[in-house]
């Protein structure tokens, strides 16, 4: 455990050279205050991992304290201190936003616990958080083409549905499980995605890993395992590359779309799951039906709900968004400054086909981040097949007025990414007013 920063507010000057004194633990530095004022201020400046709050003290109540505390900083825990016989206004004051309390005379080692297992928790709640917060980041549908503002509200449909099976295709790279995870995460708000990629289970061991298998089922079973349809149960198993699923596990798949019910390898009985099945793949299912490698009964009991991703060549006008966010995503991932793409790059990064779609837009913006951070990047750095798509002059052979009008489009469209499309936001970071903002997209013929 790395330093914990504790602050004691309470009263009584001696119990707090106690708690400083019994506590040998390295780990533990202990500022104090000794009424509520103080308190509140010490809490501001030292912007503490944990607070002892006694509920008694000389000038306001350790409750207004603990009220004043959370409006600062609301996920500090504060475990109170309250004297013998009042524990029914610590229940009060745990109600109200602490996260325990403790009861005069207390044993240190008991306390010192007590604030350990605190910072434990809180440590792998801020962990939890920055994990949602960057999936949340990695997994935004950027841009405001015709064509993504179409996904995007087929996405809330099916979200809003009570469609069970859902099949998601597309090009490769287009960020089929993305989509996935957004329909779930609109759908559920803690409710288990789980993910596997169809292509990468040995052949043997598929149908185990997806309906899981008794003790010994097969060599190497030394015990009874749930499989992926039970581990998400109440939410969502996606099947990524379902065209790579063998013939035989596609007929107890469609078995367990119609009836719900599944059997683990070698058990005796049924089982059943509640989970929404997603399905994708880049593959054509047509093609692969007509040659007998996919069965026709099963594509239609997936495709209930068919949500299509376009490719990124069909939505090219979405792209200085999308090299906006990538460029600050893998700028947050490397701790450097973002890059910037000058107007000869930019044309050509709208004129290349892009086979490899989003996936290879991202991997372009992490390798020109990692090998010019905060740098400008020109037609010169990028990979050949992509500057071969530049502009027939250079950039300094345009006038002077296309190449202001290219960098104002490019602001803006920064601006709107960063504000997440909304033209309020982006015209205040702008310094503008939004009607001024609107002009200027009309000019630019940004239609947005």
């Not at 016989?85 to 936003?97: L, P």
């Not at 962990?127 to 949340?136: G, P, Q, V, W």
């Not at 052949?203 to 008794?214: K, V």
């Not at 107890?252 to 799951?273: D, H, I, N, W, Y």
Request: glycine residues 6%; hydrophobic residues 40%; negative net charge.
């Amino acid at each position: 455990m790395s330093n914990l920063n504790v602050l004691v507010i309470d009263d009584e000057q001696n119990l707090v050279r106690s708690i400083k004194f019994s506590l040998n633990n390295k780990d533990l530095e202990l500022s104090a205050a000794f009424t509520g004022q103080e308190g509140i201020a010490a809490f501001e400046q030292l912007n503490p991992d944990l607070v002892l709050l006694d509920l008694g003290l000389p000038d306001i109540s350790g409750l207004d304290v603990l009220s004043q505390l959370r409006q600062i900083s609301p996920g500090t825990p504060v475990i109170m201190i309250s004297a013998h016989g009042d524990t029914r206004t610590a229940v009060k004051a745990v109600k109200e936003g602490a996260v325990d309390y403790i009861t005069k005379p207390f044993d240190v080692d008991e306390l010192e616990l007590l604030m350990i297992r605190t910072a434990e928790q809180r440590r792998v709640t801020k962990e939890l958080e920055f994990l949602r917060s960057k999936d949340d980041i990695n997994n935004q549908i950027i841009g405001h083409s015709a064509q993504t503002n179409l996904l995007k509200n087929m996405i809330t449909q099916v979200a809003n549905s009570a469609a069970r099976t859902i099949l998601i295709q597309g090009p490769s790279g287009t960020g089929k499980s993305m989509v996935a995870k957004s329909i779930h995460n609109q759908r559920y708000s803690n409710a288990p995605f789980i993910e596997v990629n169809c292509a990468a289970l040995p052949e043997h061991l598929i149908e185990a890993e997806l309906f899981g298998a008794e003790k010994g089922a097969y060599t190497g079973a030394t015990s009874s395992r749930d499989g992926l349809v039970a581990l998400a149960n109440g939410g969502t198993l996606f099947l990524d590359e379902i065209g790579e699923m063998p013939l035989n596990i596609q007929a107890k798949l469609l078995t367990f779309l119609e009836q719900r019910t599944f059997r683990p390898v070698g058990a005796g009985k049924e089982r059943k799951s509640d989970a929404v099945i997603m399905a994708a793949t880049n593959q054509n299912l047509a093609l692969q039906i007509s040659e007998g490698r996919f069965r026709q009964d099963l594509f239609y009991r997936l495709n209930v709900v068919p949500v299509e991703i376009p490719a990124l060549q069909d939505r090219i006008a979405d792209l200085p968004l999308l090299v906006a966010h990538f460029a600050k995503l893998m700028a947050q991932n490397e701790g450097c400054q973002p890059v910037s793409i000058t107007p000869e790059a930019m044309f050509a990064l709208q004129h290349y086909t892009w086979p490899g779609n989003i996936r290879e837009l991202k991997n372009l913006l992490e390798r020109m981040t990692i090998l010019y951070p905060g740098q400008y990047i020109t037609c010169d750095v990028l990979p050949k097949e992509i500057a071969a798509k530049t502009l027939p002059v250079t950039a300094l052979e345009c006038s002077y007025d296309e190449q202001v009008e290219s960098k104002e489009k490019e602001l803006i469209l920064q601006a709107l990414n960063a504000s997440q499309g909304k033209k309020g936001l982006a015209a205040e970071k702008l310094g503008i007013s939004r009607h001024a903002l609107k002009r200027r997209m009309q000019r630019l013929d940004l239609d947005l």
